[in-house]
């Protein structure tokens, strides 16, 4: 969907191509959509749809996001074994404590099961759920759905990002790939692409920014 999304800013409805008269037989190409050709006209997708070849591959192969895999990174797994151990880890989960009560309660679950990183999952639901407009569990303007929301905005920096060696670790490899590209352009060795553009989410975004040093844990927090 992030690939999709971003593809329709740059290729939007009615770019894609236009057949000749002799050439309506190739409208519709093998995608899974069910129209009559006639009513294309010249277009050959509805909407004159400009299809495009996507290749992904898993974030577990792909270099630049391998690091954030605790099997790829060690390091990365001693500091997660770490957290439970943490004065502030520990700190927090006292204070949302209630809270998971209430997400068991509505769930079905064992609230001593529940920790700050499942309780962080649960927020992940809620939204998708919310923005598709879907019947959601626990209503979007109440305090547990804000409590839910800042466990999962918190915790996610806690987990990767509460040292800079932690930061150095996860954003290194995509940083490096970034700058490798700028040199290739500037001494000539780059290949024939024009540009690259990478598809990200909010949180991905939210990365870079404590990469950059323009927001922290602690801001996060806060």
């Known amino acids: 969907m992030s690939a999709i999304s971003h593809l329709a800013g740059l290729y939007p409805f009615q770019t894609g191509p236009v057949l000749a008269e002799s050439e ?7 995608f899974n959509i069910t129209v009559d050709i006639v009513k294309l006209g010249s277009d050959a997708l509805p909407e004159r749809y400009q299809p495009l070849p996507i290749h992904t591959v898993s974030s ?15 390091n990365l797994a001693a500091y997660a074994k770490e957290m439970p ?31 700050m990183l499942n309780a962080k999952q649960v927020f992940d639901s809620l939204i998708t759920d919310y923005f598709a407009n879907n019947e959601t569990k626990i209503e979007y303007n109440t305090q547990l759905f804000k409590n839910i929301t800042y466990i999962h905005d918190s915790i996610s920096s806690f987990e990767d990002f509460r040292t800079w060696d932690q930061i150095r670790l996860t954003m290194t490899p ?8 700028i040199e290739a352009r500037f001494n ?10 990478y598809s990200a989410h909010d949180t991905n ?12 844990f602690t801001s996060n927090s806060s």
């Open 85 to 115: 151990t943490l004065p502030d880890y520990k700190n927090m989960t006292d204070v949302f404590t209630p809270n998971f009560e209430k997400i068991a309660t509505i769930y079905g679950l064992d609230p001593g099961k529940i920790t």
């Open 188 to 197: 000539g060795s780059t290949p024939n692409a024009v540009w690259y553009t």
């Open 174 to 181: 995509f940083l490096r790939e970034i700058i490798s590209r």
């Open 205 to 216: 975004l939210h990365n870079y920014l404590i990469a950059f040093n323009l927001s922290t």
């Open 60 to 74: 577990h192969d792909d270099a630049a996001f391998s690091s954030t895999h605790f099997d790829i990174c060690p």
């Open 24 to 30: 309506v037989k190739l409208a519709l190409p093998p």
